[in-house]
């Protein structure tokens, strides 16, 4: 007979086996509209979340967990880049230079290679206060190695580099000014039995530098859910230096496919990416990402604010 204290002891381990993973953290107010989020806290303690959608959506809080408001445009007349998509601005990016705020934004549409990254500049991040600066020189176009979407800014002492990129040859790295392109692009991620990576994100803790990216199919969910597995996924390589080379937690090359899972889809969380990673000053480093929950729906529109804490103690990155 079974005793039943064993009994419950294995009932009590059933969360468990369902997900290793955990549920996202508590978000209040406008959790919606973030496909492709970029988060920032002021000096006064204010958060501001930037996103995909709405020539760049800017919502701001008073906390990581809400309640998120809705502001308005980073850029409400569109980018003066000369590009298809001008109108539709993707993936930003911020990060705080000195006294000056910089969202590096791209300009595209979907499935080509007519792309640009631009970037914006402000003293205060408010809507109203933004000067579109246009093309940071990192372009792209049908037949060239790369495509030039995705940007994330990395700050390596002084040094600037953008980390971009989306199918085309996987990801890439270019130096900059860190307004203009300064140097020659290399690749940094590339995996040719599963080229569908893209949103790189550079991410320092203790001695090495983390190059989280998303993996699979971000977007249509609703028209068209790919194979188990092949959604939106976060993964990671690592190196000790900022511009590479990276390998996974096997030592794996990312150049060669390599590419240590973060964050999966889960319990209801589907196809969690777009992500990024902030040092807050009251949680420590956390993970943020859009995701669909499968409760709701599976639109583009209806995709989610998530982020969860980061666990770096075994060397990787665990939520």
Not at 13 to 18: D, E, F, K, S
């Amino acid at each position: 007979m079974v005793k039943l204290s064993a009994l419950f002891g294995a009932v009590a381990l059933l969360p468990a086996l369902v997900s290793a993973y955990a549920l996202p953290e508590a978000c209040s107010g406008t959790c919606t509209n973030s496909h492709d989020p970029s988060i920032i806290r002021r000096s006064d303690g204010t958060y501001f979340r930037f996103s995909t959608g709405g020539k760049i959506a800017i919502h701001t809080a008073p906390s990581l967990t809400g309640p998120w408001t809705y502001k308005g445009a980073l850029l409400p007349s569109g980018s003066s880049i000369n590009l298809a998509g001008n109108k539709d601005l993707w993936a930003p990016d911020v990060a705080q230079i000195g006294s000056a705020f910089y969202v590096y934004y791209s300009v595209s549409t979907f499935g080509v290679q007519n792309s640009a990254i631009g970037v914006a500049r402000s003293t205060s991040m408010d809507v109203g206060t933004w000067t579109d600066l246009g093309s940071t020189g990192v372009t792209s176009s049908t037949g060239m190695a790369y495509n030039a979407i995705d940007g994330n800014l990395v700050n390596d002492n002084g040094n600037y580099f953008l980390t971009f990129g989306s199918f085309w040859n996987g990801l890439q790295r270019v130096r900059v000014t860190p307004t203009q392109k300064n140097g020659d692009v290399y690749q940094v991620a590339f995996d040719s039995s599963d080229p569908a990576m893209e949103g790189p994100y550079v991410f320092k803790y203790g001695s090495y530098y983390f190059l989280f990216f998303s993996k699979g199919q971000c977007c249509g969910y609703d028209q068209s859910k790919p194979a188990s597995g092949k959604e939106y996924r976060i993964m990671a390589c690592r190196s000790t230096s900022a511009v590479g080379p990276f390998v996974d937690k096997a030592g794996k090359s990312c150049r060669s496919g390599g590419g240590t899972l973060v964050l999966p889809s889960h319990d209801w969380v589907y196809g969690p990416g777009g992500q990024g990673v902030y040092q807050d000053p009251t949680y420590g480093p956390v993970l943020y990402y859009h995701y669909v929950d499968t409760r709701i729906g599976y639109a583009d529109g209806q995709k989610k604010f998530g982020w969860n804490k980061i666990n770096f103690s075994s060397g990787w990155p665990v939520v």
